[in-house]
């Protein structure tokens, strides 16, 4: 059976420490996204921020960035793999500002690992 395998990493930083990891572990592929959490969009945007800001201002965004990697994978012990190598990088990810890991089964996949 083939897994989805999603970290989204709090630090991006780590990233090229977790990409090697991640590859040394068996993953063959990983795609990496930039990402955001929602905090910034539930704090809403405030009465000081102009209708039609500068480019400037865009670029000067005090957002959290992150990092989504995700793998396709095939068997648990690969998915077990992806999780140590991750837990090697990152630490515990119960504690606060690291990031969650998760797999999901995936029920149909093409192409090649």
């Known amino acids: 059976m083939y897994y989805l395998v999603v970290l989204v990493l709090d630090n991006p930083d780590l990233c090229p420490g977790m990409l090697s990891a991640w ?63 991750a837990r090697s990088c990152v630490g515990d990810f119960e504690k606060d500002d690291t990031g969650i890991l998760f797999a999901v089964p995936v029920s149909h996949f093409f192409g090649n690992l």
């Open 23 to 85: 590859h040394e572990a068996g993953a063959s592929g990983i795609t990496i996204l930039n990402s955001a959490g929602m905090g910034p969009a539930r704090r809403g945007i405030g009465d000081d921020t102009p209708l039609f800001p500068a480019v400037a201002d865009l670029f000067r965004s005090e957002e959290t960035r992150h990092r989504t990697l995700f793998s396709v994978v095939e068997g648990e012990e690969r998915v077990n793999a992806l999780v140590k190598a």
